[in-house]
């Protein structure tokens, strides 16, 4: 942790900004270890979320210390703040293997996931031409969700594995993400969705190893079914990140509550519509980002739920429409809302549909605890 | 322009990258030049959407060099690079003003706007106490899209007036931005909005004058409506940034055609679901944003059109649905894809439903003549 150089209050902070709620991260967190730990699992977390190292560090706390990552910077940056296992867990191809050779041959012990015949012969001429040994895992789709070998396709998933095997690369075993989990709600429902990423990487990988081939690592997860499987026999490892803020989005599946949320931006009141009930802050969408997650769910949070300096939310506000530096501030159900109790310069926070992409609008986090920032802690973008 | 330092071939660039389609972008600011040298007024250019010095430059060039901004941040950025006019075009606050304060004190000519007698008697104060002489604009909402005091309400504007004039800011003028111009379809609606924006603007002016009041500056704009206005009578300047650009809800609005669209991602296949006939791209909406401006637009754009290395249009296949660093690309109708032609690899370009939310993804633009990449010109985001 990087401490401020001069701490501060609060509510004296520029705005918009981006702040995190230690207390609150801390015990998400914890949570997440108290969930895994009633399992024979090792927690890789996914560092997309954060792309933060002092985030990653307590997210990876009394783990292994392996970490996830969906770009090749992110495994440039993990690796020279000291991570050294990194799964990049997007399909990888040609064009991003010279990269991929570069953080190996400087200590990554950077695993790749791919599940088509054509990416793995790739693989496997690039490592015979270069002389390399990468670690690949082959991505099974669990729930139709995006990518991936259906769990039962033994033609194809022996195929790949084989080519994998035997011709230079090393095949480390299989890894799934169940993204349906993002579209179901209640705690039965994750628990089905996350039997649904286990059984599908356990098949998978019992296909292989009655092929012959090895497969050390069965490796599934998304933050829903992380916290939600009843089962995990048979898998070695759960990936997740948005956990360890949390959003709107995981509030509506029941992964948290409100109250666990965060992180959240700070604003400040610019103007008044009075006649249309409309407060006007200076956070639009490159603040809060365009993510609308919660549009199709049973609760629309517009662009975000509305709380006042301290976090709590005010009754029904939501941000109901934003323009690039300008946020409105409305009634979710079109009640005429007293705009005099919102001053202009009041601050606000408002609490994100998705933590990945609000907090992918900014360049650091605030560490708040109670009306103190005790912290910046960087954060990287890019490719 | 800063020379690309190993200039190379466009198809050999990394994915996802940020593409400018160099002639086109030239193309496009000389259709501004032209649109406006109708009539008798400067062209203050909007560079949020660039955010970029050397395009702010092409943008302002045979103009008055003035600039609008929409964050302090870019105040200071376009200071240094030489831009010394420049209008924060978002509603002050207190907790501005020190900043304000300092950019004006290293030499900027930085304007504010207002819209309240509350934030007048704030930012009269801080001149008063600070001996400084803000320029301010009051800001009129000349068709109900967002901030600003009704054109014709005498009361409010000459109370904000008399305020900001007589005691300690400068009074320079009235401002409008007709937003709801992103609204409309086709030329002679988006003529009728650019009177809108004209007529209400002049009208707040003839107020001010009328009460002995000074109003040197009438400023209009928006992209739609400076190039689609038929008479600016009674405007000193006109504000727009994204035509430098253009993007999907300008086509969609008829304010360009699809060819003029001179901004795009460039990304690769990484995989397929053959049977869904889905081709899976490297640019998620991390590399595209999340706006969706054209999803309730007759053309469902999903999160960008996609094209191929050249830039022209493949027949109807549209990112149907993002993840942070995954696309997935199928036809907009639904109908099925012969996926083999889009093998592992192969480059595409996607072009973007809104280009302030696209460029804001990304750290550098990459100026592209044809086949080849020209120089890499920096951007910067935050506040």
């Excluded at 990140?241 to 610019?270: H, K, Q």
């Excluded at 009754?315 to 005099?340: F, K, M, P, W, Y």
């Excluded at 926070?349 to 998705?354: A, C, F, G, S």
């Amino acid at each position: 942790m990087i401490p401020d150089p001069s701490p501060q209050a609060l509510d004296q902070l520029p705005s918009p900004s981006l702040l995190i709620e230690k207390s609150q991260m801390l015990a998400n967190v914890e949570r997440m270890r108290a969930a895994l730990a009633r399992h024979d699992v090792d927690l890789r977390p996914h560092v997309k979320t954060c792309k933060s190292p002092p985030i990653a560090r307590l997210m990876a706390e009394g783990w292994s210390g392996a970490v996830t990552v969906s770009t090749l910077r992110e495994a440039e940056e993990f690796l020279s703040a000291g991570f050294r296992d990194i799964l990049y867990a997007v399909g990888i191809t040609l064009h991003k293997l010279p990269e991929v050779e570069r953080l190996t041959r400087a200590g990554a012990d950077l695993s790749l996931i791919l599940d088509s015949l054509e990416a793995a012969e790739v693989v496997a001429a690039y490592c015979r031409e270069r002389d390399l040994r990468l670690p690949v895992l082959i991505e099974i789709d669990s729930d139709g969700h995006r990518a991936g070998v259906a769990p039962d396709d033994r033609e194809t998933l022996v195929s790949i594995g084989t080519a994998l095997h035997q011709k230079g690369p090393e095949l480390r075993g299989v890894m799934t993400h169940g993204g349906g989990s993002y579209g179901v709600v209640g705690e039965a429902a994750l628990a089905r969705h996350a039997d649904l990423e286990r059984s599908g990487a356990v098949k998978a990988a019992a296909l292989l190893r009655g092929a012959g081939l090895p497969c050390p690592v069965v490796s599934v997860g998304s933050t829903p079914t992380a916290l939600h499987a009843r089962d995990l026999t048979g898998v070695t490892e759960v990936r997740a990140g948005v956990y360890v803020f949390f959003d709107l989005v995981m509030v509506w599946l029941g992964a948290c509550a409100v109250g666990e949320v965060a992180l959240s931006v700070l604003t400040r009141v610019i103007g008044h519509q009075r006649t249309r009930g409309w407060i006007i802050v200076d956070a639009g969408w490159m603040a809060l980002s365009r993510d609308r997650g919660t549009e199709h769910q049973a609760v629309d949070q517009g662009y975000g739920l509305v709380c006042d300096i301290d976090g709590r939310p005010i009754e029904d506000l939501v941000v109901i429409s934003a323009n690039q530096e300008h946020g409105i501030i409305a009634h979710r159900g079109g009640l005429s809302l007293d705009t005099e109790r919102f001053p202009i310069g009041m601050p606000l926070r408002i609490l994100p549909n998705h933590a990945c992409a609000t907090a992918a609008q900014h360049h650091s986090y605030h560490l708040v605890e109670g009306s103190s920032v005790e912290a910046l802690l960087p954060r990287f973008g890019g490719w």
